[in-house]
């Protein structure tokens, strides 16, 4: 069979026009209207897009912060303050989430309290301190020499701080005490009985004292704030140019018999080292190796005027003169007396500050060397960017950024709890 049947003309546009019942005008009227709707639904994706761009950023900004979602009104309270202008009052808004303080300025500074560097420790005093200082908008480079300590309020029922234990502080972590208003800022001397002289903020910590005072030597405790606060280990400070004439006996000078490796390696980081971390020489972690083998009930024990270390016979303590058969003609460290012989070389670009007379003694004031150097600032606002940021500063974009919130929180009186909302709203998204 064959089909008639013709197949289908493909109209033109002329021939629709002619198709259609409706009047020519009306047909321009129609396209009109079409445009105007296309033109009216791209206006309003684009101040949706806006729209839902501000709040995004805040559910962004809080989520780096606090690591929790927001509450529909606290989101809308941030979301209204990035469109008025004020992102920082949004960022503030995160803050005052109790996740910010229990979750995320525990994670970020308890791997600074143990030498492992693990997260996985239980809240400290180190850690309770710094969280204090950065919610109380303190001058953060009194961490590292103020008589200082935070510990909970007493209306929380926690155990009574104690000098051989952590109850204090795993009472807190184990009840999910807020630790925004709980702790309270005491005198570090008034509670663990040192003297005031001899308190050098978080490095006079029960937890620090634990972690870096215990056995060896005492140079741990100058490498991990290296580490922990200058941003670098101490490979990166290697000068062997510096005067060895403080290294102490127990470093030989000829390692296996080779003197060149102690005089191109050993030397480059002893002779800033060792002069540096005198300051700790009346410091010891006490404990009793055969019952508490791993020291959690020892505690910090230091040599006031008049305790005389019967190995040493004076002040000084018995770990400072151990292994002097390594080299005798080595250091003999008599007192607590430190120089920062890296205030010439090539660690003078660290900016140690010239107001400081770059010696003294004892802890307090070495650590106030660190913190009042430009390395110190710089350091603590890069641990900052990679923390809420997750990444490291990476392009020019970024390094122009970290510069920028440096001079922002010297100007601010070393208030880090600012470069947290700062380095939010830097990494919330356009």
């Known amino acids: 069979m064959y089909s008639f049947r013709q197949p289908a003309r493909q109209l033109k546009p002329a021939d629709n026009l002619i198709a259609s019942n409706k009047p020519l005008n009306t047909l321009k009227s129609v396209s009109a209207s079409k445009t105007w709707l296309a033109l009216g639904i791209v206006f309003s994706l684009a101040s949706t897009s806006a729209w839902s761009g501000a709040r995004e950023q805040a559910k962004r900004i809080h989520d780096r912060l606090a690591g929790t979602h927001p509450s529909e009104s606290v989101l809308n309270s941030m979301e209204s303050a990035i469109n008025s202008g004020t992102p920082m009052a949004a960022a503030n808004l995160a803050m005052e989430n109790d996740a910010f303080y229990n979750v995320t300025l525990k994670n970020f500074i308890t791997p600074w309290t143990n030498e492992a560097q693990t997260v996985f420790a239980p809240l400290n005093d180190y850690t309770a301190t710094v969280i204090g200082i950065i919610r109380d908008e303190s001058d953060f480079r009194t961490i590292l ?19 051989n234990n952590n109850d204090h502080y795993e009472y807190l972590e184990d009840n999910n005490v807020s630790l925004k208003d709980q702790l309270v800022r005491r005198a570090q001397s008034a509670i663990t009985g040192l003297p005031s002289d001899a308190t050098a903020g978080v490095m006079t910590t029960r937890a620090a004292a634990k972690a870096f005072f215990s056995a060896g030597t005492n140079r741990a405790m100058f490498r991990f ?14 000068d062997a140019t510096r005067t060895p004439d403080r290294i102490r006996q ?178 919330m998204g356009n």
């Not at 704030?225 to 290697?238: G, I, Q, S, V």
């Not at 006031?304 to 270390?309: K, L, S, T, V």
């Open 145 to 163: 020499f103020d008589d200082v300590i935070y510990t909970a309020d007493s209306s929380v029922g926690a155990p009574a701080y104690q000098m």
């Open 225 to 238: 704030t290296l580490l922990n606060h200058m941003c670098d280990d101490l490979e990166a400070f290697k």
């Open 250 to 427: 127990d470093v030989t000078r000829s390692p296996g018999g080779d003197s060149r490796i102690f005089l191109n390696n050993c030397v480059g980081c002893h002779a800033g080292m060792d002069p540096m971390a005198q300051a700790f020489a009346y410091y010891e972690w006490d404990y009793n190796f055969e019952t508490d083998p791993e020291a959690e009930n020892g505690q910090l024990v230091y040599n006031q005027a008049g305790d005389i270390d019967p190995e040493t016979g004076t002040r000084v303590q018995a770990k400072y003169h151990i292994n002097a058969n390594n080299f005798k003609y080595g250091y003999v460290t008599p007192d607590d007396q430190w120089d920062n012989y890296w205030r010439e070389g090539q660690n003078a670009i660290l900016g140690w500050d010239e107001s400081l007379p770059g010696s003294g003694s004892g802890a307090k004031t070495m650590g106030q060397e660190m913190a009042y150097s430009e390395r110190f600032a710089q350091c603590q606002v890069k641990k900052v960017f990679k923390a809420v940021c997750l990444r490291k500063p990476g392009d020019a974009a970024d390094r122009g950024q970290v510069d920028s919130m440096v001079s922002n929180f010297i100007a601010s009186g070393y208030n880090l709890k600012q470069t947290f909302g700062e380095t939010a709203l830097y990494c």
